[in-house]
């Protein structure tokens, strides 16, 4: 089938990758446009444009999905399907125009965690399964018939990082079969509709979002912070300056101080919660790069003498 491909971060680019190694033809590769990045404000290319540059294709970076001349490319490319991987919501001119439609992958088993960031919340709230969902894009955002799922297990120790890797793979295997049994039914593979009322929000992440707030228990502190790591990343702050905390480990003692107070035990950061310790594990001060606990103690020990108290 003749497709166009329409992603922007680097969880887009597995499945952009198998499907230009399949029999499928990609006749174009829409991205955002550069940016200016950094403290020398370098103009930064997407990792799907890196990819699609490498690869010979043909990039197209609009700065509105409204351009008329935009629009226009698109429909000499008479495509018969668009693949949408983590881009930007598209008007319905645009996903009705291909001859099959546009699909979209989804990090989260639809109708569970519609939203920007479904595998951030999927493990803040300690769901110990999630997935992936290909679906036909229709005006309300991630509300399409779904086409595939496919699921896998939250480990106890996975954070937000190792989940987005896993659901990458697993995502581009999952939209290769979803190309091919669009184009083995003629556009019309069987679907089934979302159930509204057992859809969940998941919305963007602000930084306001990812302050941590001790007074809960160990357990959804635990989850709060791995399911922000490695990012945007937990934080909490301390004299004025903001530490964001990367990973920890449960102590399974049981909390006798307030809430949010730090102290040293056997060369080992701890914070207390609601009910129990939380041993701090990996940190990183504002001004500083990230580190082990271990790594913190040994550079910082004058202003863990504060926190003891």
């Known amino acids: 089938m003749n497709i166009i491909f329409m992603g922007t971060p680097q969880f887009a680019v597995p499945s952009l990758n198998i499907l230009l190694n399949s029999h499928h033809k990609i006749s174009a590769v829409v991205t955002v446009p550069d940016k200016p990045k950094g403290r020398g404000q370098h103009m930064a290319q997407s990792d799907v444009k890196k990819f699609a540059a490498e690869a010979g294709l043909k990039i197209l970076q609009p700065e509105s999905l409204k351009d008329p001349e935009f629009i226009d490319e698109l429909k000499s490319l008479s495509p018969d399907l668009i693949v949408v991987v983590a881009f930007r919501i598209l008007p319905k001119n645009i996903f009705k125009l291909p001859r099959f439609g546009s699909i979209n992958l989804h990090a989260s088993l639809l109708p569970k965690y519609r939203g920007a960031a479904p595998i951030n919340w999927a493990v803040i709230n300690g769901e110990r399964e999630t997935g992936v969902t290909t679906f036909f894009l229709q005006e309300k955002v991630d509300t399409g018939s779904v086409i595939m799922q496919k699921s896998i297990d939250i480990l106890t120790d996975d954070t937000a990082g190792t989940v987005h890797d896993k659901l990458m793979s697993i995502g581009a295997n999952v939209v290769f079969d979803t190309v091919d049994l669009i ?87 701890y914070v207390s919660t609601l009910n129990e310790f939380l041993e701090i594990t990996e940190l990183q001060m504002e001004g500083k790069k990230r580190m082990s606990s271990a790594e913190f103690l040994n550079g910082y020990s004058d202003l863990f003498k504060k926190f003891k108290g």
């Not at 069987?190 to 302050?211: H, L, M, S, W, Y």
């Not at 357990?219 to 702050?237: C, M, N």
């Not at 964001?244 to 003692?253: E, G, L, P, Q, T």
Request: glycine share 10%; aromatic share 14%.
């Open 183 to 269: 184009e083995n039914t003629n556009g019309a593979p069987p679907v089934f509709k979302q159930n509204n009322g057992e859809a969940t929000p998941a919305p963007k992440i602000f930084k306001d979002d990812c302050r941590i707030d001790f007074d809960q228990s160990v357990d959804k502190v635990y989850d709060f912070i791995r399911g922000l790591s490695p990012y945007p990343g937990a934080f909490t702050e301390y004299q004025g300056k903001i530490i964001k905390i990367f990973s920890s480990a449960k102590s399974h003692w049981d909390s006798l101080k307030g809430p949010g107070r730090f102290f040293v035990k056997e060369g080992k950061l």
